[in-house]
């Protein structure tokens, strides 16, 4: 059974950092797209950074472009989402998601098929 878990949410304030982890199970994501999400109060969920496992091309969503990076320990089989610069509409609970399959143009949510149970990320002004 192939799972997601996310961990590293948290509080902090306007210009801070944190990373985020995603340890996979059951599975080892190569040449698949993985993604990490997220989803403010009353807002849609939308990805935020798009790739492929093993390298290769990445997306970022212009709102986080230069602040969000990722990395990979290959030998954990996790996954990070390190966050510089957090601004308060960063404010979301943040999923990381996968699919066992090249990433699409679009990187809707409904492609994926795998989710972690989420982790939140509060920044105050």
């Known amino acids: 059974e192939v799972q997601l878990e996310e961990s590293g949410g948290g509080s902090v304030q306007a210009g801070g950092s944190l990373s985020l982890s995603c340890v996979v199970s059951?599975?080892?994501?190569?040449?698949?797209?993985m993604a990490w999400f997220r989803q403010a109060p009353g807002k849609e969920r939308e990805d935020v950074v798009r790739?492929?496992?093993?390298?290769?091309?990445?997306y970022y969503a212009d709102s986080v472009e230069g602040r969000f990076t990722i990395s990979q320990d290959n030998a954990k089989n996790t996954w990070y989402l390190h966050m510089n610069d957090l601004k308060p509409e960063d404010t979301a609970m943040y999923y990381c998601?996968?699919?066992?399959?090249?990433?699409?143009?679009?990187?809707?949510?409904?492609?994926?098929?795998?989710w972690g149970q989420g982790t939140q990320v509060t920044v105050s002004s």
């Open positions: 998601a996968a699919r066992q399959a090249p990433c699409s143009v679009l990187g809707r949510p409904h492609e994926y098929t795998y």
């Open positions: 059951g599975y080892t994501f190569n040449g698949d797209c």
């Open positions: 790739f492929y496992t093993g390298g290769g091309k990445l």
